[in-house]
């Protein structure tokens, strides 16, 4: 039996053995949990007779949430992958010590998160260790982005996401929605540890690199005799080789922080959040100024948002804090739909400049500017612009903040004079003298690459430029070949 279960329940064991001797049943073994459904009518008439001692399974996971204050004594005692023989375990666990300001951040900002994950890894009897996982997809960042294109806390690749049920559009994307693409990270581990005849550790891996490459790799080595087993697939990318040990340090570290002369931060053992159902469309800002909440608060617990409005056509739930779901549902009941809704959409058309579409929305060319996050004043034809419905909306939520790099729209000079460069990173590269090299500026290259502001360029990247036609052949002539 499992050391993880609560006292209660191994006291419930001891009463019910006893019980089951007294009566003579003659069973060689207690069952467990899983095993009790299929046993014979003997032993059901005995796990009967002393069945209202007997707690289920929702009773034990009831148990757990008062029995722990602190979250994290709530995963330690569920903690249950069996352990890994890997070497790179340990150079993972000392990162994780060495690197006590990293832990930190991502231990707050996990608190948004973690308990809402744990509730749903254990109604689907997952190992808990599940939950840790955001922490080496995406160190619990909602708009944590990679070069693949995956986003989000669980790292969904447009492709996944959409086979999942997380879809995206300009004005959402389900992969950062923290409750959808949580869901839908579930339901596609449960399904790779289906396919991978409940292996978690295969599970896992696949989940990093693919099923049908790990599926590759066990075949190639039943044919060559050697174990169908993640420990004996040596071949794996690299990546992969150090994804399982990478999680399994985690695990090590939560399991006994001390030992690893690590501090986390208590998390509580309650909800962060409530799920509010606003009915139609609503502007965030609105949201922030019924529950008298930051917005930058609110928004970091509905980053499926990519812009500061739900969706037209749905969804239109928003997360909020727990303590102020009341005071949402009663400001929505009694909020005018004509102020629902504080920004409008507008797409630019040919030869249209943001002086023009500054006026026809009574707006100021910096509030457009800021509520965009334009480095300058160049449009392209289609693009999208947010426009506050009032010159004071910004004064009083704030733009809107920088949207994931899987939502934002690069803007793209108009200028006839300008031409596309395709920048390759090269040793010795970085964004400062890159930017000197084109005659542009820092912020333009991340805009246009889809860079967050702390980003790093990696060498043999390719970066998209826009410069004057002299500027690309003068520092194209820089470049040495190869």
Known sequence: MSLTKTKHYRLYVVVSALTALSLGAGCASLPSESDAPGQDMAATSVTARSAKAAPTAGQLQSERNIQYANLWDRIRAGLSLPTLDSPHIARHELWF????????????????????????????????????????????????????????????????????????????????????????????????????????????????????????????NRRKGLPATYSALKTLPRETQHYVPRLMAFVNIVSDPAKYGVQLAPIPNEPYFERVDAGSQVDLGVVARLTDLPVSELYQINPGYSRWITDPNGPHHLLVPADKKDMLLAGLSTLPDEERVQWARHEVQRGETINQIARKHNVTVDALKSANHLTGTGLATGQNLLIPAAPGKLAQAGPPPTPAPAAKQASVPVNQDKVHVVHRVRTGDTLWNIAKRYSVNIAQLREWNLLGPKDAIKLGQKLTVWTHRANASASLAQIPPG
């Open 97 to 220: 010590a060495n690197n006590p300001e990293f832990m930190e951040a991502m231990v707050g900002r996990a608190r948004l998160y973690l308990y809402y994950i744990v509730e749903e890894v254990e109604k689907r009897g997952m190992p808990i260790e599940i939950a840790l996982l955001p922490a080496i997809e995406s160190a619990y960042k909602p708009y944590a982005y990679s070069r693949a294109k995956a986003s989000g806390l669980w790292q969904f690749i447009p492709s996944t996401g959409r086979l999942y049920g997380l879809h995206a559009n300009w004005w959402y994307d389900g992969r950062r929605d923290v409750m959808a693409s949580t869901q839908a990270a579930l339901d596609y581990l449960e399904k790779l540890k289906t396919d991978f005849d409940g292996d978690w550790q295969l599970a896992l891996a696949s989940y990093n690199c693919g099923e049908g490459k790990v599926a590759r790799l066990l075949e190639a």
